[in-house]
């Protein structure tokens, strides 16, 4: 199993107790609060001090994310109040926050802000902490994901209509890190690999897919399934600073599954066709599918080794690059060139994307989709909103040991 957990090296320092929103205040003037950490205060009422990471403006996450303290009022009807539980810090959410993102988040001022606002964040758990009494399949305690992306995940509380969410039928065997992570990237994966190329079941093992950014969530999700369904994997990730940490990451890759790793250099040398060659047995088996999220040069190169009428399918543009392709690609081998997007896929495939959701978390509680590696950074009551900001600001900067993940340290 390969999960590496390095904790934010984040300064406590004490934030004013102070409520902002009106109905909090009037609960401490009456003196209806209890006191419950030396800090907080719960009102009688049923009001909870919670925070939220929001931006009123486009740009980077240092510069427009802002920490603001409110209160989420006790549940009515068919709300249920949400702890956060973790949230993952994926490159979608800091693309949304730049405004290059083509969904664009609700700018509200529900939350009592100064200015209209979006919360961050597309993804993560909460623990239900609350239901109204119209609530029909939630109980305190239960774990919950979101149905759909857009609803804003990086906030310390939540009040949501239970049909926003979905349950988590059974916890056991699963952590934070693998329910908060599970929505995005290894659905993308599954789908992607499920939905655009006819597998001959008959030829398992003897079929081939190739990926480029093979250390990603999605990456590494693609590998194991493939490992799982008995498709190949030849997988292409970066030069890390030294040889020995490249050969650590192949290793690492190998460990889950991958039959082959290559550095883009590699990819990108002469040497690539033969290796090609060599591992598919001279082509007698093919590479069916291709996997994009770098685009440039890169994903020319995997276009170039697939074989007549495979797919490729793009999901990611990491370099910036547009993807180029070689007419002869079309005219000659007759390849298709797909896109695919899990926000809308999920929009139209509300219970295919449940389902796909509990067989992931099923391979999961049986040993067989193992953790990504992470930076956590943890949010307690006293966490700076620019130290969450920071930790936002690191996932587009490449070469991390692992994906940012927010745990609630309440
Ligand atoms: N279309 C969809 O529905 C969908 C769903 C999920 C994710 N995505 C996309 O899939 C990609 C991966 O997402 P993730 O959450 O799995 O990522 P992640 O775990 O945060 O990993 C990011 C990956 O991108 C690579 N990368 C970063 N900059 C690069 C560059 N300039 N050239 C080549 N590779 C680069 C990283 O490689 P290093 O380790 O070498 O930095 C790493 O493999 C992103 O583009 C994301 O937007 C799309």
């Not at 993952?88 to 988040?105: C, E, F, T």
């Not at 329910?179 to 190329?197: E, G, H, Q, W």
């Not at 900067?397 to 940012?404: A, D, I």
């Amino acid at each position: 199993m390969f999960s590496r957990c390095v904790s934010s090296p984040f300064h406590t320092s004490r934030i004013p107790s102070s409520l902002t929103s009106t109905a909090a205040r009037h609960c401490r003037s009456s003196g209806l609060n209890s006191r419950v950490d030396g800090r907080r205060y719960i009102s009688a009422y049923g009001y909870i001090q919670a925070k939220a990471l929001v931006y009123s403006k486009y740009g980077e996450p240092k510069d427009v994310l802002k920490l603001h303290k409110h209160s989420v009022s006790a549940p009515n009807g068919t709300q249920v109040n949400l702890r956060l539980i973790a949230a993952p810090l994926n490159p979608a959410d800091v693309n949304q926050i730049q405004g290059v993102y083509p969904s664009k988040p609700l700018f509200e001022t529900t939350l009592g802000t100064p200015e209209p606002s979006a919360i961050g964040g597309n993804e993560g758990a909460f623990e239900v902490i609350g239901t109204g009494s119209e609530v029909k399949d939630l109980t305190k305690g239960d774990w919950v994901i979101m149905k759909r992306t857009g609803q804003g995940t990086w906030r310390t509380h939540a009040q949501m209509d239970e049909s926003q969410l979905i349950k988590i039928e059974d916890q056991t065997g699963l952590s934070p890190l693998q329910v908060s992570t599970v929505s995005v990237n290894p659905v993308t994966a599954y789908r992607m690999i499920k939905d655009f190329c006819d597998w001959d079941w008959m030829r398992a093992g003897e079929e081939w897919l190739i990926q480029n950014g093979a250390n990603s969530g999605v990456g590494r999700a693609a590998i194991q399934l493939g490992r799982e369904w008995g498709i190949k994997t030849i997988n292409v990730v970066r030069e890390r600073n030294t040889p020995e940490e490249t050969e650590a990451l192949k290793q690492e890759l190998k460990d889950l599954g991958a039959n082959v790793v290559v550095t883009e250099s590699e990819l990108l040398s002469g040497e690539f066709k033969n290796i090609v060659k060599e591992v598919t047995k001279q082509g007698k088996e093919p590479i069916r599918l291709a996997l994009n999220c770098v685009g440039g040069k890169n994903a020319t190169a995997l276009a170039k080794v697939l074989a007549p009428g495979s797919h490729m399918v793009t999901y990611g543009a990491m370099s910036k690059q547009p993807v180029a392709l070689p007419s002869g690609l079309l005219i000659f081998k007759n390849l298709v060139f797909d896109g695919f997007w899990v926000s809308r896929w999920g929009d139209k495939n509300p219970q295919l994307k449940e389902n796909t959701i509990k067989d992931i978390l099923q391979l999961t509680r049986a040993g067989k989709f193992k953790d990504i590696p992470v930076e956590e950074a943890k949010w307690s009551w006293d966490t700076e909103g620019y130290e969450l900001a920071t930790a936002a600001q690191g996932t587009l900067s490449g070469y991390r040991g692992g994906k940012g993940l927010l745990t609630f340290v309440d």
